[in-house]
């Protein structure tokens, strides 16, 4: 299939720029996978799709600020940093911008100094290695000084940085947040429980790839970046008791889907896993683990409708969408959900 193929008309002012309160008052849009049939609720009403025997699981990956501002010593140029993945405790890859002005070398001075770096390397991808001096502890510095890493289309700032968190965010190590998430409350979530509904956590720490576009027609020749993530006994057992009893296995966003799917993948089975996945779903995959998916409306052309378009089917996901964009739907990372299920 071509990239073309998954590009919608979607205008500006119904890309979300602002959580809604409270959590579970956005939208909800009910695709049911067999039929294609809609109904359009409010995201509480989610408990209603819910039957007793099934499982949900849940990304409890958290995300960290990771956008921080450091003034090149020497020049004082103010360059944009963003943290991806750690090497060890003081080395980290990073993003900068402008990459020019982060050469080789060069030596950065963030928050008054009390966290200081210099580029030791810079990669084939254009990122860079960096190698950070603090006192005390990490995380508690990068809390000080850092900002959340929000998604390019959203303009505001966000004033409380806990809403670009779960409410069940535990593992800290994200550079963006599994939005599909942010709609649960602990009371929705504590009444799912009651319904007779097991909840799992996995973990996968989202990558700044997911933002990425596809840059080839031919989607097959793209090439999806990596991301770690950990399935632990707990979770796996939940799912298989729920396979063995007949139920139905829910993910919560695309990040636990394509978990789900990798230790699979990997494995045969679900188990307790760690590993690092790039598994790429798009139309043709099928689907070893999940029975239904609760995601976010996802950006034209990108990796995530398309996984969205496999679970579903191409047909039913594009109506979906432009019944979305028609019925005024709010899009992307604070926007509205869908729920994918056969009911």
């Known amino acids: ?95 900068a911008g402008p990459g020019k002005k982060a050469r080789e070398g060069s030596r950065f001075v963030f928050g008054d100094g009390i966290l200081k770096c210099e580029i030791k390397s810079v990669m084939e991808n254009g990122n860079r290695v960096a190698v950070f001096e603090y006192e005390g502890n990490f995380y508690n510095v990068i809390d000080k000084i850092g900002e959340m890493p929000l998604p390019h289309y959203i303009k ?22 599994p939005t599909a998430g942010l709609h649960f409350t602990p009371e929705l979530l504590e009444k799912i429980k009651a319904k007779g509904v097991e909840i799992g956590f996995v973990t996968l720490h989202v990558g700044i790839g997911t933002f990425r576009p596809v840059k080839v027609e031919n989607i097959e020749d793209h090439q999806m970046h ?47 896993y760690d590993d690092w996945t790039s598994i790429f779903i798009y ?30 089917g191409y047909e039913k996901t594009m109506n979906a969408y432009k019944i979305a964009v028609d019925e005024r739907y709010r899009f992307f990372s604070f926007g509205d959900a869908m729920l994918i299920v056969n009911k």
């Open 156 to 177: 505001e700032k966000l004033e409380d940085k806990e809403r670009y968190q779960t409410v069940y965010s535990k593992e800290l190590g994200s550079a963006a947040a």
């Open 226 to 272: 990596s991301e770690h993530y950990h399935v632990p006994k707990e979770t796996a057992d939940i799912i298989n008791r729920t396979k063995k009893n007949g139920g139905r296995v829910i993910a919560v966003g695309t990040t636990c889907c394509r978990t789900l799917e990798s230790v699979c993948q990997a494995k045969g089975e679900v188990c307790e």
């Open 1 to 95: 299939m071509k990239k073309s193929d998954f590009f919608y008309d979607l205008p500006e002012e119904l890309i979300a720029q602002h959580p809604v309160e409270p959590r579970d008052s956005s939208r909800l849009l009910v695709l049911d996978k067999a039929t294609g049939d809609i109904e359009h609720k409010i995201f509480r009403d989610v408990l209603d799709y819910f039957h007793e025997g099934d499982c949900l699981i849940l990304n409890n990956t958290r995300v960290l600020p990771a956008r921080m501002y450091g003034v090149k010593e020497g020049t004082g140029a103010v360059v944009e940093f963003l943290l991806l993945n750690q090497h060890d405790a003081h080395e980290w890859e990073v993003m």
């Open 283 to 312: 139309p043709g995959y099928e689907f070893k683990c999940i029975d239904g998916l609760l995601t976010n409306f996802h950006l034209p052309e990108s990796t995530l409708i398309m996984l969205v378009s496999a679970f579903c």
